[in-house]
């Protein structure tokens, strides 16, 4: 109990005094998760479009891929990256492993499934006509495809701040493919894991306070601009 | 004349079915044409044909003589504008929604403000510029689209059921903004309509139409004129009835429609007459009211159309009318399918076709 108490008025001295190893590692957690989520917004847009806009054959099935891989469990595809970046992998040739990249690639990985699965609902969630509204008002096939998207911008941007969570908040892939490596690898959640297994509980507990502020506030900082934007006359009408 | 677009054989088929039946229409520059007919008669595929929102199955679609073919669709699509029946706006300002068109054709910023300008004036809309175009009224909604489309200043408007479900003020305004648009501006425009009354005032043509096939078409008056041989594609029209006009004893003139349906009417007239009452005109009450209007029938409601914050209404007198009321006076009366009711015209607001 003393330990706990202790830990905790620890922590809150080194997250005031601005220790230099324990805000090194927030700015990593933050860079990584960012650029991945970053990447998964390059290539999960133009496939959640596909998704929301086309129809074609396997259409469902590769809805319900994505769907399912949501729940898929960070260790197994952190292992899974393992193996391929691993020197006798197949990519192992890329030297990724336990480097930055190899996070921020693995991250950008993981969240794909939630990005897309959002992104596509609220894309098919737009009323059909705007495409043709677009089309009509003059606006070329992508024109109008980026008329749709703005249409959808609510759940675009929740579709960001649901998978910067999933990222910032992952703990295997990090782990696996990252290796925890001090002041290079590092990030909120593995280095918690390794303070803890020390027994550092003091830095473990600071992280771990830094770890839900860095959450809570991406959302409330999310829910106020939902707001602002909404004084700024553009928001969406109750319906 | 010159000729703005041209359909040659057109045809659209779903299926097995052909919406757009081998039809041919030249429009010219300048003129406002009116296709005019009971839903499902293909008026709004026609029109979607012409804005290139939709393939043809068959036949040739032609913009100022130039064969539009599949490549060049996204081009024409710059020279047709649309307006749905279905009002559709962006989920942004007045502002953004009206210049969205301009920004796409790359017009510099103070030219659009311009223009959004001038078109807000129009629609009588001045001032709403930052205003969130869905929380605007119904009528101000299909104001601000009609307003996205004239600034565009395409050679071909096409309008689909501009003031369907529209209260009689925004559609007055609607049909004072098609006319000035077409006199000043010159603009060519195309509208799908089944209202009657709208097609006898705006057009210099009209189109009559039927199970996807032009029937007839001509300036309003021939049109109107003709009307007994088209009765079939105005069956289905609202309101629109033919029967045999008389003088009673008392002077006035009567029209046997059938079914012993005698409607009252102000002109002097006898013989083969067609008749329309516009739906706006007709009162709808529970008890058989005192009051000078000269026509009374009572019927039952056999069918309920919500329209937004409008009601329209069929009720079986013999004959069936089409009554348009306000939602709330449908709530309050405590409507429903199957009720008895009166309808309550004067003889003044029959119109004589």
Known sequence: MVDILGGIIEAFQLIVTGDPMLYG??????????????????WGTPISMLLGLREFRGKSIVKGLFNTLIGIPTVVLGLFLFLLFSRGGPLGFLGLLYTPGAIILGEAILVTPILVSIMTTAIEAVDPEIM?????????????????????????????????????????????????????????????????????????IALGILLMLIVFSINIIIIAARKAKMLLTIGKSPQ | MTVVAELKDVTKRYGDKAVVDNVSLQIQQGEILALLGPNGSGKTTILKILAFLENTSGGEVKIEGETITSKKEENARLKTTLVFQK?????????????????????????QDKSVRRALKLVRLEGFENRPARKLSGGEQQRVAIARALVLESKLLLLDEPTANLD???????????????????????????????????????????????????EPTEIFGKLSKNIASFAALRNTFRGTASLTKEGSTIVEIGNGVQIEITSQRQGETS?????????????????????????IITE????????????????????????????????????????VFKASSVQVL
């Open chain 1, 132 to 204: 043709k509204l677009a089309k009509t008002l003059g606006a070329s096939e992508s024109q109008a495809s980026i008329a749709v998207l703005k249409e959808a911008i609510n759940g675009v941007l929740l579709s960001n701040v649901a998978s910067f969570n999933r990222a910032i908040a992952e703990l295997g892939v990090a782990l696996l493919v990252g290796g925890n490596i001090t002041g290079l690898t590092d990030v909120l959640t593995t280095a918690i894991s390794r303070y803890t297994a020390r027994g550092d509980l003091d830095l473990a």
């Open chain 2, 304 to 343: 309920v159309t919500d329209t937004g914050s409008l009601v329209k209404l069929r009720v079986d007198a013999g004959k069936p009318f089409t009554v348009q009321i306000t939602k709330r006076s449908f709530t309050e009366m405590g409507l429903n399918l199957g009720h008895e009711v009166f309808i």
């Open chain 2, 87 to 111: 009002t559709t706006l962006f989920d942004t300002s007045v502002y953004n929604n009206i210049a969205y068109g301009l920004k796409i054709r790359k017009v510099p910023k103070e030219e």
């Open chain 2, 168 to 218: 009689p003020k925004n559609a007055e305004i609607i049909e004072e903004v098609i006319d000035a648009a077409n006199r000043q501006n010159k603009l060519t425009i195309v509208m799908a309509t089944h209202n009657m009354f709208q097609a006898k005032t705006l057009p210099h043509r009209i189109a009559l139409m039927n199970e996807g096939k032009i029937t007839e078409i001509g």
């Open chain 1, 25 to 42: 590692i927030v700015y990593r957690t933050l860079f990584f998760s960012g650029i991945a989520v970053i990447l998964a917004t390059l």
């Open chain 2, 275 to 299: 008749i329309f009452i516009n739906p706006q005109d007709i009162i709808l009450s529970e008890k058989p009211i005192e009051s000078s209007a000269r026509n009374i029938f009572k019927g």
